[in-house]
């Protein structure tokens, strides 16, 4: 050993960066250093004050590892980062590696030092001090690593309003006024009891269930060490011994009477909750009962049912297959990207948008979820028939003198036949209301993905059948 | 309410608010109090104690009232229910949350209530503790807000403005059973909540034309709790439940909690003794779903009858059903396929990932970055080891199941 640098307490980092960047320069190898700040045999070699001829370059993952290794308790940390960085130079694989037998120590180190501040962060626990002015608190901690000076920038962030001082066997932080200072540590101090402490206890005491105990997992993430500094751990023994008795306790009463009173309660409210009325006398009704809709199961996947939009006394009505991804969320029908190129390929058409009544043939949305994104499906016939109930209802009231039907569900819904739908393009029908049914073929299919890609024939096919209806709607007055 | 002390109200709205499982503090606002004000938030919660029931402290869990006028089987404070009721006032809820924050007990507040009078009354009342919070005591911790079922759009618009999380439970995992357990709750309303927080917050996300960001919402996000054992529904069914909120909602997290004996029971639900294994199971799968790119359906290969194998993972009960896409070769395979090798976990895929750059991998680097290669070795092949006829073998399951412990004496 020819060199023994001695670093202080603080300011370890910079402390040791400084001295390994010398040695580094002049390529003094790992095995001439000894860092283990204990004064050996012979009398060491004074470290050099000027910088070497090598030079000395880092990655920023060095940096940061080190800047945490430097911290642990573990007396070899010096030489071990020392050896990282010979081995860097050397080009001698990959210290830093998690694959490497050093790198993996070194990530070891560092990890032990994260949960050391971390549980610091977690366990410290505050006192009142009497004082006149700004409010005081004090705590007592003890880490296993030399952690305080890295650990207490949490802190100075978080209590940024009051002074504060945590004192470690080591080192105490004091952070008075907005400045922070560091000084011998020691013992314990004298904390004064404090009022809110109780009220922790209390809280402690009955945030916790009783019926389901494990102890392991608690253990795992409040290791014991660190109990003998948090009041609240005194009442585990106590809460744990009446557990079971209190578990037992409830089994035995089993179920109790109504408390006195609540069946009116009750009572009125569920009177007061929206239901399903039969035979709604207007749209509006019509559609506050649809909101309870549960005649298939595709209300249970959707978020919500979407009614249609419109004014009541609409000559062209549009049906679509079913409520798109946005308009599930919002509630709303047209809203979103369909309901745009709707509007501006009907007034494209002629149309006044305003006067026609859009809605759906399936008014729940049905979906699979896939890579985070909902995919629509296309409603099955069952579901069709079951949502048949409020189409008619719309049909009813609206008694439009053209419905358009845009994809296979709406054709399937107003005309019961859905067969050879290719060759029905553009045709008049006669639909189950007894109303004439014109059948688009432009929107058929995924209705968002045809509002997507628009192109020039798309485009202009479907102003081409929204012209035609305008027509209808002219001379079959 | 004369005459009950602050101490016992605090016992009385804890103990009412412990089967909420959720205790997230973190993600979210970056903030802290070098320019004012109390208290700091955005980097990973911190959970400053832990209860024996395994379950972490990390917020002020506590009703604002166990007054409830809704009658759900499962909940301790359903009207019908003759616990003890008390009710805070705003500013006892801002005077604990802050006492306990000074003396770093606690990340922030979690608050939930019961619903008195009407949904909208309930919750513009805890808006207003959240406000006087942020605005008169310029609180900058974390704060958690249970949306009430049937509250207006503008007071959850309003509830986003104060709160770093909002969540809404959906209960139960199924439509029916919420509608059977919990006649006063609607399942289409609690998803509509939900679908607004998600816009909300995906509007507040987008700069407008100007660069300036709209206001603030709820920034890190939503969450949502089911009870697991209170109605019969199987593990597949809740998965693809959950699968459905995380697409359609955009949750955070989806909270499972076994179902656990209250006192004062309700005659519909028996009392049994909470489930805790098959939980552990779904928040298994869960995160599966979530980071492991599975699908409920995958999982659901590995499941009998549609519930979760209880003495192996998802993941290897997965595995096991899958032998013929294994033994994977760790220095060739995609990130994808790693993944869905049991033992290992996503940082130990992306170390492998960022090692096996340099240089071939051996058997001894499994071990050094962290796997588990007891259940992994069966699964893989590498320089150094080769596993012969294990993934063949039928009896493979059997290295993986529990071993067999002695009774004890009663």
């Known amino acids: 050993m020819i060199y023994a640098p001695s670093l202080p307490e603080r300011g370890t980092f910079v402390a040791w960066r400084n001295v390994a960047r010398l040695l580094m320069s002049h390529h003094v190898p790992p095995d001439d250093i000894d860092w283990s700040g204990r004064p050996g045999l012979f009398t060491p070699r004074a470290i050099p004050e000027a910088v070497g001829p090598h030079n000395v370059n880092v990655t920023k993952n060095f940096l940061k590892l080190s800047e945490s290794v430097v911290w642990n308790s573990d007396p070899e940390r010096f030489a071990f980062l020392y050896k990282a960085l010979w081995r860097l130079r050397l080009r001698d694989g990959d210290p830093l590696s998690q694959s490497d037998v050093l790198g993996r120590r070194l990530h070891l180190l560092a990890k032990s030092v994260g949960r050391d501040i971390h549980k610091m962060h977690a366990f410290v626990r505050f006192h009142e001090l009497p004082s006149p002015g700004r409010r005081r608190f004090a705590a007592w901690f003890e880490p296993e690593h030399y952690i305080l000076e890295p650990g207490s920038h949490f802190f100075m962030k978080r209590f940024a309003d009051m002074d504060w001082m945590i004192a470690t066997p080591r080192l105490t932080a004091r952070f008075e006024g907005g400045v922070i200072s560091y000084h011998t540590g020691g013992r314990k101090p004298p904390l004064p009891a404090d009022a809110s402490e109780e009220l922790w206890a209390t809280y402690f005491a009955n945030i916790f269930n009783p019926a389901r105990i494990k102890m392991n997992a608690m253990r795992s993430e409040m290791p014991k060490k660190y109990w003998k500094n948090l009041p609240e751990t005194r009442l585990i023994p106590s809460m744990l011994a009446e557990a079971e008795e209190r578990v037992a306790r409830m089994r035995e009463a089993g179920a109790s009477a109504s408390r006195p009173g609540a069946a009116i309660i009750s009572t009125r409210y569920r009177n007061s909750m929206e239901k399903i009325e039969e035979n709604p006398k207007n749209l509006k009704d019509a559609k506050r009962s649809s909101r309870q809709c549960r005649r298939c199961s595709l209300c249970e996947m959707a978020t919500q049912t979407v009614w249609g939009v419109g004014p009541e006394n609409a000559s062209l009505m549009i049906v679509t297959d079913q409520p798109g991804d946005r308009e599930d969320l919002t509630g709303e029908l047209l809203d979103g990207e369909f309901g745009a190129a709707l509007r501006e390929l009907t007034t494209g058409a002629g149309f006044d948008f305003s006067e026609i009544y859009v809605t759906t043939a399936v008014k729940h949305f049905k979906f699979r979820p896939e890579d985070g994104r909902r995919i629509p499906l296309a409603p099955d016939r069952a579901e069709i028939e079951h949502c048949l109930w409020w189409l008619d209802m719309e049909l009813a009231f609206v008694r439009p003198r053209l419905v358009l039907a845009l994809g296979t569900a709406p054709v399937i819904a107003l005309i019961s036949d859905g067969n050879a739908l290719e060759l029905r393009r553009g045709a008049f029908e006669t639909g189950r209301h007894g109303g004439r049914v014109m059948i688009a073929g432009a929107f058929s299919g995924k209705r968002d993905r045809a509002a997507k890609t628009r192109n020039g024939a798309f485009e202009v096919e479907a102003v081409n059948e929204f012209s035609r209806a305008f027509q209808y709607l002219k001379t079959h007055v | ?410």
């Open chain 2, 1 to 410: 309410m004369v005459g009950i002390s602050l101490r016992d109200k605090l016992a009385i709205l804890s103990d009412a608010a412990k089967y909420d499982a959720s205790c997230a503090s973190s993600g979210g606002e970056k903030r802290d109090s070098r320019k004012g004000g109390l208290g700091s938030s955005g980097g990973s919660g911190i959970c400053h104690a832990y209860t024996p029931d395994g379950r972490c402290i990390s917020l002020l869990k506590i009703l604002m009232t166990n007054f409830c006028i809704f009658d759900c089987a499962y909940c301790i404070n359903r009207v019908s229910s003759n616990v003890e009721r008390a009710r805070f006032s705003v500013d006892e809820v801002v005077d604990l949350t802050l006492e306990f924050y000074r003396r770093n007990y606690i990340e922030g507040l979690f608050l939930s209530s019961g619903i008195i009078r009407s949904s909208d009354q309930t919750m513009s009342d805890m808006v207003r503790i959240a406000r006087s919070l942020r605005d008169i005591h310029a609180f900058r911790g974390y704060i958690h807000l249970k949306t009430i079922p049937d509250a207006s759009p503008e007071l959850i618009r309003e509830a986003g403005l104060y709160a770093d999380r909002l969540s809404i439970n959906v209960e139960l995992p199924q439509d029916r059973s919420v509608r059977r357990l919990a006649p006063e709750k609607r399942p289409e309303t609690i998803r509509a909540t939900m679908a607004q927080m998600r816009l909300e917050g995906e509007a507040a996300k987008e700069k407008s034309h100007t660069g300036r960001l709209a206001r603030k919402f709820a920034p890190a996000g939503q969450s949502t709790q089911m009870i697991i054992g209170a109605d019969d529904t199987d593990d597949v069914a809740i998965l693809n439940s959950a699968s459905r909120l995380y697409t359609g909602y955009r949750l955070r997290r989806v909270y499972y909690s076994a179902f656990s004996p209250i006192p004062d029971s309700s005659a519909a639900l028996p009392l049994v003794k909470p489930p805790l294994m098959r939980e552990h199971r779904l928040y298994q799968a869960d995160w599966l779903l979530r980071f492991y790119g599975f699908t409920a359906d995958e999982i659901a290969t590995g499941a009998r009858d549609g519930n979760l194998d209880l003495a192996i993972d998802p993941k290897l009960a997965w595995a096991l059903q899958h032998r013929g896409l294994f033994p994977l070769d760790v220095n060739r395979a995609s990130r994808e396929m790693l993944l869905r090798v049991p033992g290992f976990g996503v940082r130990t895929v992306d170390r492998l990932i960022a090692a096996r750059r340099n240089r071939s991998l051996r058997y001894e680097d499994l071990v050094r970055i962290g796997a588990s290669v007891k259940k992994a070795r069966s699964f893989v092949v590498l320089p150094g080891w080769r596993p012969t006829g294990l993934i063949d073998s039928a009896t493979l399951p059997s290295f993986f199941a529990a071993k067999p412990e002695q009774m004890k004496l009663l």
